[in-house]
């Protein structure tokens, strides 16, 4: 009988990724003591866990304040992630002339679970934009681009990422209802393409499609973004959809995909 991987962790190595995980969620520095009550472990453990992954480069120490940030080791492993992805070097030619035509910021964002992670973008060259979301993790539910990513699968996969106490609204037109958040997905599978007019952000518009592989799978989405007052609803779908449908249909045959 074949064993559960989850018999093979290293208990040590478990909490290191999560001192690592916990410097993701802040945007300080953290010190033994807060990490210790933090991760409810001895400060102890957490002293020597800091001492190994500072050794390799994955946690640098503040010589005043004694407390440490993540290091630029970091930084390498996320570029060398991106670099391994063949959607980024199929999407970024597609991407740029996507911009070309557009006039805006476009982004090429994955799914990860609940989130939905902006690998990279093409800006925009005029003045009034976005803040770009390039390395940003986003709620899957509330942007153009988690929705295509999610609105193909299976039903019963759907409810599983619908967090149990309920979605969080962060506008007033985020979409908090689950039956109605369902039934909204269900429209965005027929029409191909999904749109964001201020649900996560206000003042910020989008417009996303799903891009495929070979296997016919979801594997990523590609999106325009910009200022809602630029971006306003005719706009996206009447100018903007077309041009990103268009644009993920071209990365998805890049990618093997045959309609």
């Known amino acids: 009988m074949k064993?559960?991987?989850?018999?093979?962790?290293i208990q040590s190595v478990n909490h290191a990724l999560d001192i690592l995980e916990e410097f993701c969620?802040?945007?300080?520095?953290?010190g033994v003591t807060e990490?210790?009550?933090?991760?409810?472990?001895?400060?102890?453990?957490?002293?020597r866990l800091l001492a190994t992954l500072e050794s390799r480069g994955y946690i640098e120490q503040n010589k005043v304040s004694e407390n440490y940030f993540l290091g630029v080791k970091n930084l390498e492993l996320g570029q060398a992630f991106i670099k391994q992805i063949g959607l980024l070097r199929q999407a970024k030619p597609v991407v740029e002339d996507l911009v070309d035509e557009c006039n805006?910021?476009?982004?090429?964002?994955?799914?990860?679970?609940?989130?939905?992670?902006?690998l990279d973008a093409v800006e925009t060259k005029q003045i009034?934009?976005?803040?770009s979301r390039v390395g940003s993790r986003l709620p899957i539910f509330t942007t153009s681009v988690g929705k295509v990513l999610i609105a193909y699968e299976p039903l019963e996969e759907i409810e599983k990422l619908i967090p149990k106490e309920g979605l969080t609204q962060f506008t007033e037109h985020t979409i908090v209802e689950k039956k109605k958040l369902i039934e909204h997905l269900k429209v965005v599978a027929e029409k191909g393409y999904a749109v964001d007019y201020e649900e996560f952000d206000v003042g910020v518009a989008c417009c996303a499609a799903p891009i495929r592989d070979y296997t016919r799978r979801v594997v990523g989405a590609v999106?325009?973004?910009?200022?809602?007052?630029r971006l306003t609803h005719e706009k996206l779908e009447n100018e903007l959809a077309p041009s990103v449908l268009k644009a993920a249909k071209e990365i998805s045959r890049r990618l093997g995909f045959v309609e």
């Open 128 to 131: 009034v934009k976005v803040a």
């Open 3 to 9: 064993r559960e991987k989850t018999n093979y962790i």
């Open 25 to 30: 969620k802040q945007q300080h520095e953290l």
């Open 35 to 47: 990490l210790s009550k933090r991760l409810n472990l001895h400060k102890n453990n957490v002293f």
């Open 223 to 229: 999106s325009i973004s910009g200022p809602a007052s």
């Open 104 to 118: 805006e910021t476009a982004y090429i964002a994955v799914a990860r679970g609940k989130s939905v992670f902006y």
